[in-house]
């Protein structure tokens, strides 16, 4: 039983391991910035620090901040095959939360009544 626990705890820290991997590869692709993200957290940049370098326990709720954050699922955050080519990708192709539920608004003159609908 101990060696399960010990193996459960190992993969629990291999997992955050690769979690602030990706969290700093997405940082360097999306020039975002640390104090953002340390804010976005609501952490001071200097415990972020700490954390990005796995100097610090992260908690499922910092986790779930750092996807809000890129607009990426928790999963993401885990993917062992990121490359910064794939991340690029995925940031790309991430909705931001614009507060319309993903609806698109067109601009001035696309009124139904301009437009013959």
């Given at each position: 039983m101990v060696n399960?626990?010990?193996r459960k705890t190992n993969n629990g820290l291999e997992r955050q391991k690769i979690a602030v991997a990706n969290i700093n590869l997405f940082l360097a692709v999306s020039?975002?910035?640390?104090?953002?993200?340390?804010?976005?957290?609501?952490?001071v940049p200097q415990a972020?620090?700490?954390m990005l370098q796995n100097k610090q326990t992260w908690f499922f709720e910092d986790m779930?901040?750092?996807?809000d954050f890129f607009n990426v699922g928790i999963d993401t955050l885990v993917r062992?095959?990121?490359?910064?080519?794939?991340?690029?990708?995925i940031l790309k192709t991430a909705a931001p939360d614009d507060g319309n539920g993903g609806q698109s608004v067109a601009?001035?003159?696309f009124e139904p009544w301009t437009s013959g609908l």
């Open positions: 399960t626990m010990l020039h975002k910035k640390k104090k953002d993200l340390a804010e976005c957290m609501d952490k972020l620090s700490k779930c901040n750092a996807a062992t095959d990121l490359t910064p080519m794939k991340a690029e990708q601009g001035h003159g």
